[in-house]
């Protein structure tokens, strides 16, 4: 039997933090990606009316996936 869990950590050093729990606990890595969370509405909209090219600093920060699998 598998489990699998998907976990999503903010930052590099979360999820190395994460990486090494699940470990310890059994769990391998089965992948990694970085997932793009596009665009933050409020703040593109107040800085488009404030000058348009600011606008593209609205970006979200990406987050990472982290996928681990077990197997008993």
């Given at each position: 039997?598998?489990?699998?869990?998907i976990?999503?950590?903010?930052?590099?050093?979360?999820?190395?933090?994460?990486?090494?729990?699940?470990?310890?606990?059994?769990?391998?890595?089965?992948?990694?990606?970085?997932?793009?969370?596009g665009?933050?509405?409020?703040?593109?909209?107040?800085l488009?009316?404030?000058?348009?090219?600011?606008?593209?600093?609205?970006?979200?920060?990406?987050?990472?996936?982290?996928?681990?699998?077990?197997?008993?």
């Amino acid at each position: 039997m598998q489990r699998t869990k998907i976990e999503y950590y903010p930052n590099q050093r979360a999820a190395n933090n994460g990486i090494s729990r699940h470990e310890r606990f059994g769990y391998r890595v089965v992948s990694v990606q970085t997932i793009d969370q596009g665009w933050s509405l409020l703040k593109t909209g107040c800085l488009g009316l404030i000058f348009l090219p600011l606008a593209l600093l609205g970006k979200k920060r990406p987050v990472i996936q982290v996928t681990f699998q077990k197997v008993y």
